[in-house]
């Protein structure tokens, strides 16, 4: 399975929009139920994903 890494770029209710930083700037955001993130993400937040599973990076 393919790391990604993303940013927060905003929280909407239970949800947050993710803007991929490892890849083409132009890349549309996602739509990801803050369920499946980890606690205490906010606008700024710098994630990795892999295997399906979100966690906080520096």
Do not use: C
């Amino acid at each position: 399975m393919e790391t990604k890494y993303y940013i927060v770029i905003r929280i909407d209710g239970d949800y947050a929009w993710l803007k991929r930083t490892d890849t083409d700037k132009d890349a549309e955001p996602v739509f990801i139920a803050r369920a499946l993130l980890p606690d205490g993400i906010g606008e700024g937040t710098k994630l990795k994903s892999e295997f399906l599973q979100y966690e906080i990076v520096d």
